[in-house]
């Protein structure tokens, strides 16, 4: 199947502090890109969905100025928690999926903790 | 009625059985019908993928789907341990996001 990388696979951070984690889509272009978050034991999450070149939509409930996610290229979209606090601590993930619909692929996730 | 039922498990089997996972849904306009296998603290990983009903086979996983009863199912045959993980039922109508099952844990003990 196609590879998606995220990075970092895990932070830690100051409450107050901005993270970013980074999705690629490696060797296919992803039209579309998905944030989830995953709490211990529990299905995924929906935050967003980005589409290259456009804004974000987001999730209800999902705070827009909080968590910005940027979708600048056809491979790369970012996710940034800004002003962390220890409630953001989770897994992230991220998917991405081409111009034909259907599958979409994840990345490995990213393990947050706000300290 | 909800979206997709899936039996969250936890599932338990010996080294070698054969194992069934199962997903109901209710939305009729979906057309891609996929199962992932989740690992713990890892990005869900695409097992199989179908579009349309029928059935579709690689290596150990089969995975059949009943669009006229709206039921999808993952076969595993000749289980092993490194099998044990969560199974994520998903499905899409198109460029909408998906849509996933709860996931079913499973144990596979050697």
């Known amino acids: 199947g196609a590879v998606v990388s995220q990075h970092p696979s895990w932070v830690i951070c100051k409450s107050g502090t901005s993270v970013k984690i980074e999705c690629r889509s490696l060797?296919?272009?992803?039209?579309?890109m998905f944030w989830y978050r995953q709490f211990p034991k529990q299905s995924l999450m929906l935050m967003a969905t980005?589409?290259?070149?456009?804004?974000?939509?987001?999730e209800q409930g999902v705070e827009k100025d909080k968590f910005l996610i940027n979708h600048a290229s056809l491979t790369l979209s970012t996710l940034t928690v800004t002003s962390a606090h220890p409630e953001d601590s989770s897994f992230y993930i991220c998917?991405?999926?081409?111009?034909?619909?259907?599958?979409?692929?994840f990345g490995q996730g990213t393990r947050l903790t706000v300290v | 009625q909800k979206e997709v039922e899936q039996d969250p498990g936890p599932l338990s089997v010996p080294e070698g059985a054969i194992v069934s996972l199962n997903c109901t849904y209710s939305?009729?306009?979906?057309?891609?019908f996929m199962w992932y296998r989740q690992y713990s603290r890892k990005g869900p990983e695409l097992l199989m993928y179908?579009?349309?009903?029928g059935n579709k086979e690689d290596g150990r996983f089969t995975a059949q789907v009943d669009k006229s009863s709206k039921y999808i199912s993952l076969f595993i045959r000749d289980s092993q341990p490194s099998d044990s993980a969560t199974y994520l039922c998903?499905?899409?109508?198109?460029?909408?996001?998906?849509?996933f099952g709860k996931g079913t844990r499973l144990s596979v003990i050697a």
């Open positions: 998917s991405a999926r081409g111009d034909r619909g259907g599958e979409a692929f």
């Open positions: 060797d296919f272009q992803a039209t579309t």
């Open positions: 980005s589409n290259e070149g456009s804004k974000a939509t987001y």
């Open positions: 939305n009729s306009a979906f057309q891609y």
């Open positions: 179908t579009y349309s009903s």
């Open positions: 998903a499905f899409s109508s198109g460029n909408t996001p998906l849509v």
